[in-house]
Protein backbone atom coordinates (compact mmCIF):
# COMPACT_ATOMS: atom_id res chain seq x y z
CA UNK A 1 0.00 0.00 0.00
CA UNK A 2 1.11 3.50 -0.82
CA UNK A 3 1.34 5.80 1.65
CA UNK A 4 0.77 9.23 1.56
CA UNK A 5 2.43 12.37 2.57
CA UNK A 6 0.66 15.43 2.55
CA UNK A 7 0.95 18.89 4.73
CA UNK A 8 -1.44 21.33 5.35
CA UNK A 9 -4.76 22.58 3.56
CA UNK A 10 -3.35 26.23 1.76
CA UNK A 11 -0.55 24.56 1.02
CA UNK A 12 2.42 27.16 0.52
CA UNK A 13 6.02 25.94 -0.15
CA UNK A 14 6.78 24.41 2.55
CA UNK A 15 4.00 22.20 2.41
CA UNK A 16 4.61 21.59 -0.92
CA UNK A 17 7.79 20.57 -1.11
CA UNK A 18 8.20 18.73 2.05
CA UNK A 19 5.83 16.11 1.28
CA UNK A 20 7.94 15.84 -1.94
CA UNK A 21 11.42 15.19 -0.49
CA UNK A 22 9.77 12.78 2.43
CA UNK A 23 7.91 10.84 -0.37
CA UNK A 24 11.42 10.31 -2.19
CA UNK A 25 12.42 9.46 1.01
CA UNK A 26 10.42 6.94 1.95
CA UNK A 27 10.30 5.29 -1.36
CA UNK A 28 13.63 5.44 -2.44
CA UNK A 29 15.61 5.03 0.61
CA UNK A 30 13.13 2.94 2.82
CA UNK A 31 11.70 1.34 0.34
CA UNK A 32 7.77 2.19 1.63
CA UNK A 33 5.84 3.00 -1.08
CA UNK A 34 4.79 7.08 -0.95
CA UNK A 35 3.52 9.40 -3.03
CA UNK A 36 3.45 13.42 -2.29
CA UNK A 37 -0.46 15.02 -1.89
CA UNK A 38 -1.99 18.66 -1.54
CA UNK A 39 -4.81 19.36 0.28
CA UNK A 40 -5.01 22.65 -2.09
CA UNK A 41 -3.82 24.27 -5.05
CA UNK A 42 -0.56 25.11 -4.51
CA UNK A 43 0.42 29.32 -4.32
CA UNK A 44 2.24 30.53 -6.55
CA UNK A 45 5.93 30.62 -4.70
CA UNK A 46 5.43 26.36 -4.48
CA UNK A 47 4.17 26.71 -7.85
CA UNK A 48 7.68 28.47 -8.48
CA UNK A 49 9.44 25.94 -6.94
CA UNK A 50 7.76 23.25 -8.71
CA UNK A 51 8.24 24.59 -12.28
CA UNK A 52 12.12 25.65 -11.35
CA UNK A 53 12.86 22.23 -10.16
CA UNK A 54 11.06 20.32 -12.81
CA UNK A 55 8.76 19.02 -10.09
CA UNK A 56 5.23 17.29 -10.72
CA UNK A 57 2.46 18.70 -9.39
CA UNK A 58 1.66 16.41 -6.67
CA UNK A 59 -2.55 15.55 -7.04
CA UNK A 60 -5.07 17.27 -4.99
CA UNK A 61 -7.10 15.35 -2.30
CA UNK A 62 -10.08 16.59 -0.32
CA UNK A 63 -10.13 13.67 2.07
CA UNK A 64 -8.68 10.13 3.37
CA UNK A 65 -10.43 7.11 4.29
CA UNK A 66 -9.41 4.27 7.08
CA UNK A 67 -7.76 2.27 4.63
CA UNK A 68 -4.72 5.32 3.44
CA UNK A 69 -1.60 4.94 5.21
CA UNK A 70 -0.59 8.56 6.16
CA UNK A 71 2.35 11.08 6.94
CA UNK A 72 1.23 14.50 8.17
CA UNK A 73 4.06 17.24 7.24
CA UNK A 74 4.61 20.99 8.48
CA UNK A 75 1.14 20.77 10.67
CA UNK A 76 -0.83 18.95 13.41
CA UNK A 77 -4.14 20.64 13.27
CA UNK A 78 -7.08 18.81 12.82
CA UNK A 79 -8.70 21.79 10.99
CA UNK A 80 -5.66 21.59 8.39
CA UNK A 81 -6.07 18.47 7.57
CA UNK A 82 -8.67 16.47 5.90
CA UNK A 83 -12.09 15.62 7.64
CA UNK A 84 -11.39 12.25 7.96
CA UNK A 85 -7.76 12.26 9.13
CA UNK A 86 -8.46 10.59 12.30
CA UNK A 87 -9.91 7.58 10.61
CA UNK A 88 -6.90 7.07 8.34
CA UNK A 89 -3.50 4.72 9.59
CA UNK A 90 -1.62 7.25 10.60
CA UNK A 91 2.11 6.00 10.78
CA UNK A 92 3.90 9.33 11.26
CA UNK A 93 3.87 13.12 12.42
CA UNK A 94 7.44 15.89 11.58
CA UNK A 95 6.39 19.04 11.93
CA UNK A 96 7.77 22.34 13.17
CA UNK A 97 4.60 24.31 14.84
CA UNK A 98 2.67 24.66 18.60
CA UNK A 99 1.12 21.00 19.58
CA UNK A 100 -2.18 21.35 19.10
CA UNK A 101 -3.93 18.07 19.97
CA UNK A 102 -6.77 16.34 18.68
CA UNK A 103 -5.44 13.49 16.15
CA UNK A 104 -6.32 10.43 17.27
CA UNK A 105 -4.21 7.40 15.81
CA UNK A 106 -5.07 3.58 15.77
CA UNK A 107 -1.82 2.36 16.94
CA UNK A 108 1.88 3.92 18.24
CA UNK A 109 3.14 6.72 15.32
CA UNK A 110 6.73 8.12 15.07
CA UNK A 111 6.29 12.48 15.80
CA UNK A 112 8.95 14.23 15.33
CA UNK A 113 8.12 17.75 16.25
CA UNK A 114 11.06 20.42 16.60
CA UNK A 115 11.89 24.02 17.03
CA UNK A 116 13.23 24.85 13.65
CA UNK A 117 12.03 27.42 11.19
CA UNK A 118 10.99 24.47 8.63
CA UNK A 119 9.84 21.13 8.12
CA UNK A 120 12.59 20.66 5.43
CA UNK A 121 15.09 21.08 7.83
CA UNK A 122 14.22 18.49 10.20
CA UNK A 123 13.95 16.15 7.50
CA UNK A 124 17.08 17.13 6.38
CA UNK A 125 18.22 16.20 9.72
CA UNK A 126 16.25 12.92 9.90
CA UNK A 127 17.70 11.75 6.26
CA UNK A 128 20.93 12.34 7.25
CA UNK A 129 23.66 10.78 5.44
CA UNK A 130 21.15 9.70 2.94
CA UNK A 131 20.77 12.87 1.44
CA UNK A 132 23.47 12.33 -0.27
CA UNK A 133 21.25 10.41 -3.00
CA UNK A 134 18.97 12.90 -3.41
CA UNK A 135 18.69 14.19 -6.63
CA UNK A 136 18.91 17.91 -7.68
CA UNK A 137 15.34 18.77 -7.25
CA UNK A 138 14.46 16.85 -4.18
CA UNK A 139 17.87 19.12 -3.04
CA UNK A 140 16.59 22.36 -4.32
CA UNK A 141 12.76 21.67 -3.01
CA UNK A 142 14.41 21.49 0.23
CA UNK A 143 16.26 24.50 -0.19
CA UNK A 144 13.29 26.68 -1.45
CA UNK A 145 11.51 25.41 1.77
CA UNK A 146 13.87 26.73 4.20
CA UNK A 147 14.52 29.87 2.23
CA UNK A 148 10.51 30.56 1.96
CA UNK A 149 9.93 29.55 5.90
CA UNK A 150 12.91 32.26 6.91
CA UNK A 151 12.02 34.36 4.42
CA UNK A 152 15.75 34.46 3.57
CA UNK A 153 16.51 34.13 7.21
CA UNK A 154 14.96 37.48 8.05
CA UNK A 155 12.13 35.80 10.12
CA UNK A 156 12.87 35.42 13.62
CA UNK A 157 11.74 31.67 13.98
CA UNK A 158 15.38 31.33 11.87
CA UNK A 159 17.52 29.17 13.72
CA UNK A 160 21.10 29.00 12.87
CA UNK A 161 20.52 25.68 11.99
CA UNK A 162 18.21 26.11 9.28
CA UNK A 163 20.81 28.43 7.97
CA UNK A 164 23.51 26.10 8.09
CA UNK A 165 21.20 23.59 6.26
CA UNK A 166 20.41 26.03 3.57
CA UNK A 167 23.73 27.21 3.13
CA UNK A 168 24.97 23.37 2.77
CA UNK A 169 22.21 22.72 -0.13
CA UNK A 170 22.46 25.92 -1.77
CA UNK A 171 26.49 25.29 -2.14
CA UNK A 172 25.50 21.67 -3.30
CA UNK A 173 23.61 23.08 -6.15
CA UNK A 174 25.65 25.80 -6.84
CA UNK A 175 22.61 28.28 -6.08
CA UNK A 176 23.71 31.96 -5.60
CA UNK A 177 20.73 32.23 -2.35
CA UNK A 178 20.04 36.01 -2.61
CA UNK A 179 19.51 35.99 -5.86
CA UNK A 180 17.38 32.74 -5.93
CA UNK A 181 15.24 34.22 -3.24
CA UNK A 182 14.45 37.30 -5.29
CA UNK A 183 12.95 35.52 -8.05
CA UNK A 184 11.22 32.86 -5.00
CA UNK A 185 9.71 36.39 -3.45
CA UNK A 186 8.98 37.82 -6.69
CA UNK A 187 6.93 34.67 -7.58
CA UNK A 188 5.05 34.84 -4.39
CA UNK A 189 4.16 38.83 -4.63
CA UNK A 190 2.71 38.11 -7.93
CA UNK A 191 -1.43 38.13 -6.83
CA UNK A 192 -2.93 39.81 -9.68
CA UNK A 193 -4.59 37.21 -10.94
CA UNK A 194 -6.26 35.80 -7.40
CA UNK A 195 -9.40 36.87 -6.73
CA UNK A 196 -9.93 38.44 -2.81
CA UNK A 197 -11.43 35.12 -1.16
CA UNK A 198 -8.28 33.71 -2.71
CA UNK A 199 -5.64 35.76 -1.28
CA UNK A 200 -7.15 35.85 2.12
CA UNK A 201 -7.42 31.52 1.90
CA UNK A 202 -4.07 31.52 0.29
CA UNK A 203 -1.86 31.15 3.48
CA UNK A 204 -4.06 31.24 6.45
CA UNK A 205 -4.88 29.14 9.37
CA UNK A 206 -8.13 28.56 11.69
CA UNK A 207 -7.48 29.55 14.89
CA UNK A 208 -9.40 30.27 18.43
CA UNK A 209 -8.86 33.45 20.76
CA UNK A 210 -10.75 34.03 23.16
CA UNK A 211 -14.34 32.26 22.27
CA UNK A 212 -13.44 33.73 18.70
CA UNK A 213 -12.66 31.47 16.11
CA UNK A 214 -10.64 33.59 13.17
CA UNK A 215 -8.40 32.73 10.00
CA UNK A 216 -5.66 34.17 10.70
CA UNK A 217 -4.16 35.18 7.08
CA UNK A 218 -1.02 36.21 5.83
CA UNK A 219 0.50 37.43 2.82
CA UNK A 220 4.42 37.75 2.51
CA UNK A 221 5.68 40.15 -0.40
CA UNK A 222 7.95 42.40 -1.87
CA UNK A 223 5.19 44.40 -3.14
CA UNK A 224 2.81 44.96 -0.51
CA UNK A 225 1.47 48.21 -1.97
CA UNK A 226 -0.37 45.59 -4.70
CA UNK A 227 -2.14 44.07 -1.87
CA UNK A 228 -3.06 47.28 -0.02
CA UNK A 229 -4.39 49.78 -2.93
CA UNK A 230 -7.12 46.44 -2.81
CA UNK A 231 -8.03 46.76 1.10
CA UNK A 232 -11.22 47.89 0.59
CA UNK A 233 -12.75 44.63 -1.54
CA UNK A 234 -10.49 42.80 0.90
CA UNK A 235 -12.14 43.79 3.75
CA UNK A 236 -15.77 43.47 2.44
CA UNK A 237 -14.90 39.98 0.99
CA UNK A 238 -13.90 39.01 4.77
CA UNK A 239 -17.38 38.80 5.87
CA UNK A 240 -18.41 35.93 3.32
CA UNK A 241 -15.04 34.56 3.58
CA UNK A 242 -15.69 34.06 7.47
CA UNK A 243 -19.24 33.10 6.79
CA UNK A 244 -18.52 30.18 4.44
CA UNK A 245 -15.51 28.86 6.85
CA UNK A 246 -17.42 28.94 9.99
CA UNK A 247 -14.99 32.08 11.58
CA UNK A 248 -15.88 34.97 13.27
CA UNK A 249 -13.71 37.38 11.49
CA UNK A 250 -10.67 37.04 9.01
CA UNK A 251 -7.12 39.12 10.06
CA UNK A 252 -5.22 40.03 7.40
CA UNK A 253 -1.77 40.48 8.06
CA UNK A 254 0.29 41.70 4.77
CA UNK A 255 4.42 40.92 5.72
CA UNK A 256 6.50 43.45 3.87
CA UNK A 257 9.24 41.18 3.71
CA UNK A 258 12.53 44.06 2.33
CA UNK A 259 10.87 46.18 4.94
CA UNK A 260 10.50 43.74 7.58
CA UNK A 261 7.00 44.67 9.45
CA UNK A 262 3.37 43.58 9.13
CA UNK A 263 0.45 45.69 8.11
CA UNK A 264 -2.95 44.68 9.18
CA UNK A 265 -6.05 45.24 7.66
CA UNK A 266 -8.75 46.42 10.09
CA UNK A 267 -12.23 46.75 9.13
CA UNK A 268 -14.14 46.40 12.58
CA UNK A 269 -14.38 47.54 16.07
CA UNK A 270 -13.16 43.95 16.96
CA UNK A 271 -9.63 43.55 14.99
CA UNK A 272 -9.20 47.26 16.69
CA UNK A 273 -9.82 45.76 19.52
CA UNK A 274 -7.81 43.10 19.16
CA UNK A 275 -4.91 44.63 17.20
CA UNK A 276 -4.55 47.07 20.57
CA UNK A 277 -4.63 44.38 22.73
CA UNK A 278 -2.39 42.20 21.28
CA UNK A 279 0.20 44.24 19.72
CA UNK A 280 -0.02 47.45 21.67
CA UNK A 281 -0.71 49.49 19.08
CA UNK A 282 -2.68 52.34 18.54
CA UNK A 283 -4.80 51.64 15.65
CA UNK A 284 -6.76 55.00 13.97
CA UNK A 285 -7.86 54.19 10.61
CA UNK A 286 -8.49 50.97 8.54
CA UNK A 287 -5.17 49.48 8.36
CA UNK A 288 -2.50 49.57 11.27
CA UNK A 289 1.52 48.97 10.49
CA UNK A 290 3.39 46.75 12.84
CA UNK A 291 7.33 46.99 13.03
CA UNK A 292 9.63 44.00 13.10
CA UNK A 293 6.59 41.17 13.19
CA UNK A 294 7.22 38.98 10.35
CA UNK A 295 6.35 35.41 11.48
CA UNK A 296 2.31 34.32 12.23
CA UNK A 297 4.15 31.44 14.37
CA UNK A 298 6.34 33.20 16.48
CA UNK A 299 5.07 36.61 16.58
CA UNK A 300 1.59 36.94 15.62
CA UNK A 301 -0.56 33.42 17.38
CA UNK A 302 1.04 33.48 20.27
CA UNK A 303 0.55 37.40 21.07
CA UNK A 304 -3.21 37.40 19.26
CA UNK A 305 -5.64 38.22 22.64
CA UNK A 306 -8.89 40.58 23.35
Known amino acids: MTTLVFGHKSPDTDSTGSPIAWAWYLSEVKNTPAKAVLLGEPNTEAAFMLK???????AIIADVTADDKV????TNNPAELPPSINEAKLQAIIDHHMLVGGIKTKTPIDITIRPL?????????????????APKAIKGAMLTCILSDTLEFRSPTTTPHDRAVAEKLAADLGVNIPEFAAAMFAAKSDVSSFSDAELLRMDSKEYSVAGKELRVSV?????????????ASLMASMVDVA?????????????????EEATLLVPNDLVKQMAEASFGAKVSGDTVVLPGIMSRKKQIIPALKL
Open 52 to 58: HWGLEKP
Open 71 to 74: VIVD
Open 117 to 133: ACTATIMHDLMGADVAK
Open 219 to 231: LETTAPKVVLDRK
Open 243 to 259: KEDGADQVLLFVVDILK
